[in-house]
């Protein structure tokens, strides 16, 4: 499976962004679709996500600016994210994982190329 995530970029305070990813190759056993993302110093910390049943899941932070949603006709993913903040500026990360487990029984990953989220005062 690969992810190929586009959008991103810089954006005042109060501004608006929206990130997109495409699911390529063995992505008929696809769950969850989303995003991660990663600040300098930090860990790589969940945004969203939402499974093949539609349930969605967000960061505490970002409840109420973010909106993710998933056309699976197209094997795509969206996050559409208002009211960008400085503490939102990470390097964001497309995310997928399987129904199909690995030897060590837990759901294989996929992971995109990182796109930059800028978010100045």
């Known amino acids: 499976v690969q992810l190929q995530a586009s959008g991103g970029g810089q954006v005042q305070v109060g501004g608006s962004l929206k990130l997109a990813c495409t699911a390529s190759g063995k992505i008929f056993s696809l769950n969850r679709m989303g995003w991660y993302r990663q600040a300098p110093g930090n860990q790589r910390e969940m945004v969203a996500t939402?499974?093949?049943?539609?349930?969605?899941n967000y960061a505490d932070s970002v409840k109420g600016r973010f909106t993710i949603s998933r056309d699976n006709t197209k094997n795509t993913v969206t996050l559409q994210m208002n009211n960008l903040k400085p503490e939102d500026t990470a390097v964001y990360y497309c995310?997928?994982?399987?129904?199909?487990?690995?030897?060590?029984?837990?759901?294989?990953?996929?992971w995109g190329q990182g796109t930059l989220v800028t978010v100045s005062s």
């Open positions: 995310y997928a994982d399987d129904w199909r487990v690995g030897r060590n029984l837990k759901p294989y990953e996929y």
């Open positions: 939402m499974a093949s049943s539609n349930n969605t």
